[in-house]
């Protein structure tokens, strides 16, 4: 339902929908063009779900705000916050990711904490029958890399490059050669180091190492790229190229760059999600966006 973008000089911007999520005092429920939040110009990151938002500040700390139900804020308590609210008072926070249920964060010395909605194990802990209100560390380890939120489960990648996820199951979404929840972080097999990793609803994307892509889970529009529409319950490579750069995978869709900087998409193609022009059909295999390499 939005976005949100920070700018060089550390201003923070968000657009869209603005019921909850936006730090505006105005009567509108959507902005058509970006619009600041606030005046400060120290934000560093930020990650917008469909209904909140949290970011990082050039100082560490970490902010959230929009609606707080199952204490996806990570502020205490289930309350809706307009404006952006600190978690806790540590300035320790590198990265942030937030998805419709729950957040996860990576602090300075790599460990990980999520918070939010436990009702798949998405929070990567033992105890999935309460929500967790504040953030709450994922085991002990403190050599994390990269984290993925998605709606229902979690993946994150190590410093020696292995991929490990956690939470809902269904159609194969965690790697892990079958459909069942994971409660905490279990390592998926793969070909290679990996390097990126991005999540959708239904369905997963990695790059390794030697720039080859992956994808797993939900097929059904064709969103793993892989030729048809069946699920798969392990990584399965795309095409055979080893030029792949960055992944992003979307509800039904997925789109990645190649180190030549072109644009691929595939899966559904309603709304013209995949940019191919007035072809609305879906994709059963990466399609190159225009020709421009810029």
């Not at 939900?218 to 392990?234: A, V, Y």
Request: with cysteine.
């Amino acid at each position: 339902w939005q976005t949100c973008a920070t700018k060089d000089d550390g201003s923070l911007w968000c657009w869209g929908n603005v019921e909850f999520e936006f730090q505006f005092t105005v009567d509108m429920d959507r902005y058509l063009e970006p619009e600041q939040v606030g005046d400060d110009s120290n934000w560093k990151t930020v990650s917008a779900s469909e209904w909140h938002n949290c970011a990082t500040r050039d100082d560490g700390s970490l902010w959230c705000w929009g609606r707080g139900d199952g204490g996806k804020l990570g502020l205490g308590d289930t309350e809706d916050r307009e404006q952006p609210e600190q978690v806790g008072s540590g300035n320790d926070w590198k990265t942030v990711s937030a998805t419709d249920f729950s957040t996860c964060a990576k602090k300075d010395d790599d460990s990980l904490w999520c918070w939010g909605e436990t009702f798949s194990g998405q929070l990567g802990e033992d105890e999935t029958t309460g929500d967790r209100w504040e953030p709450q560390q994922v085991g002990d380890d403190t050599d994390w890399q990269t984290i993925f939120a998605a709606p229902g489960h979690t993946c994150a990648t190590k410093d020696d490059g292995s991929l490990w996820c956690w939470g809902g199951n269904s159609d194969g979404r965690l790697g892990l050669g079958d459909t069942d929840d994971r409660d905490l972080p279990e390592q998926v097999e793969g070909d290679g180091r990996w390097k990126t990793v991005s999540a959708a609803s239904g369905h997963t994307c990695a790059g390794t190492h030697n720039d080859s892509l992956f994808c797993w889970g939900r097929n059904t529009s064709g969103q793993l790229g892989l030729g048809d529409t069946d699920n798969r319950h392990m990584p399965e490579r795309v095409g055979d190229g080893d030029n792949w750069k960055a992944v992003s995978a979307a509800s039904g869709h997925t789109c990645a760059t190649r180190n030549d900087d072109s644009i691929w998409c595939w899966g559904m193609g309603e709304f013209g999600r995949l940019g191919l022009g007035e072809d609305t059909s879906n994709r059963l295999k990466p399609e190159r966006v225009g020709d421009d390499d810029e």
